[in-house]
């Protein structure tokens, strides 16, 4: 069970710098692009993260899963065959993905696009699309690498090269931005353009990172290959055959988010114009699905890298049929989520406007503070979806996740329209939340009847998790209204972020010392977290 813990805390760490680094760069790209810019910078980014997940297949996961199935009955010349078929088959569908989107760029940007509103065109939206389109010629194999070194419970590569990505993605694309707009006088487009191509650059230092990784490692992996006292004797089609069998469900893990708000790249523009919002659609759908995404999916990245560590333990202990030990650690996996995100989307909601102002300023705060608040609860969804569809890939009901997904997905093509007519732009904040509420409600029900898993002692840890929580939101609220009366916040960005970082501070430190003094983090995550002792203890 440690490794699960500790290669969840590797990845998370990378996840949260890999997020974190991605919020921060907002700052200086929303005041070098604005609400326009950013738009734009989405309408780019949704159909690529789609064709990526789709020109991906899945594999890249499923090859950790499979190796680690393999791995774990000592057959270690099944999985490298394994490896070496996924790279070409990525390389060839990344090259397929990447010709499908640069041609079909103005196609998209017409359906995209209905009619000229705002101060974004088709031709606009085309070039943006192209530019990005060449990020889908590394990053497939790329991800290839990653999955075969997480099948063998090696997380380190995979959180190295993602730090280093996102670093590289960001020098690059605030820099040729800086340069288009205010050095070159060039346009918002260009700018968002090469902002977009950064994908690829990016993907170029990832996959410069991993091949030294392998170079490093591969003595003592072709050392294994050489111990190694029998092969499988699986023909290649019948391993192609259990590879896609594993792939295909995993598209849905990375496809979810982006297709909730595809629906909205189709569908927000009409419905606030018919609704009467056309005047804030742009500022409305940039607050969503690109800045204020940037900011709910930060408590997410805990399930993603516990989803990724927990994945190879769980298909060997599966494999191995020890059903308690298999209790414990999805047990464990859902406590670490829930103990963490719950309290961090509970404050990000009560802190909304703050954390919004802070740190994108405070024009059309009133729309998108609000916007925040009602979107940052459905990052607990999100993250309870990633978790609950590896769960399901870990007992090999995988092809559920394909239902759940789709279940709540009808509810967001049927319902999003309506919404945004009934509740203005946070329609299409609960038409997601709706759709996410109902994949999840799904993937739980699944994993917990599958396996005959006991509720009753989740149950009571969640109970006092919200209690916890209750208790933060309380203090949080005691603080602002203690800071009201001598910080301008709302009004000066300096106050704005000093009322953020009191709110963070004393609410996070409250339900820490709570949770800490319950002991609810010990039996959690075990003795590791002794080392709070110095703080809560002197």
Sequence with gaps: MS???????????????????????????????????????NFAYVPYSILL???????PLAVSKFI????????????????????????ASGFLAFLLLFLGAEVLAGFIITEETGSITTEDVAFVIRMVSFALLIIPPMSIIRGFFQGHQSMGPTAVSQVIEQIVRIVFLLTAAFLVLKLAGGSITTAVGFATFSAFIGGAASMAVLMGYWKKRKPALDK???????????????????????????????????LYQLVDTFTFNRAMVAAGFGNVW???????????????IIPGTLATGLSLAALPA??????????????????????????LVIPAVAGLSVLSYEAYGALYGLRSIELTGSLLGWYAPVGLLF??????????????????????????????VLLNIQLIHMFGPKGAIFGTGLAAGTAVALNMWRV?????????????????????????IVTILIVKFAAAQFLPYGEERWATITMLAMGVGIGGLVYMWLAYESTLLERIFGNRVRVLDRIFRK
Excluded: C, W
Excluded at 322 to 332: A, D, F, W
Excluded at 384 to 396: D, H, P
């Design 224 to 258: 294994r290959l050489e111990q190694q006292r029998f092969t499988t004797d699986i023909s290649k089609k019948d391993l192609m055959i259990e590879l896609f069998s594993y792939a295909g469900p995993f598209v849905i893990v990375g496809l979810a988010t982006s």
């Design 383 to 412: 993250a309870l979806f990633t978790v609950s569809s590896s769960l399901l890939q870990g007992i090999n009901e995988q092809k559920f996740a394909v239902v759940s997904l789709a279940a709540g997905l009808m509810l967001k």
């Design 53 to 59: 997940s789709i020109s991906t297949i899945g594999v």
């Design 314 to 339: 769980l298909t060997k202990t599966f494999t191995a049929n020890n059903m308690q030990q298999l209790h414990q650690q999805i047990s464990q996996s859902l406590q670490i989520v829930l103990v």
């Design 68 to 91: 680690a199935k393999y791995n774990s009955l000592g057959d270690y010349e099944t999985g490298r065959r394994m490896f070496r078929t996924g790279i070409a088959l990525m390389a």
């Design 3 to 41: 490794n699960i813990v500790r290669g969840a805390m590797l990845l998370t760490v990378a996840s949260f710098l890999s997020k974190f680094l991605g919020m921060i760069y907002v700052i200086p790209f929303n005041a070098l692009v604005g609400e326009t810019g950013g738009t734009l910078y």
């Design 282 to 296: 742009e500022v409305a759908l940039s607050a969503i699905n690109v800045f204020g995404h940037k900011l709910v």
């Design 448 to 472: 917990f009847t599958k396996i005959d898993f006991p509720l009753k002692p989740l149950l009571k840890r969640v109970t006092l998790i919200v209690i916890f929580t209750f208790i933060m």
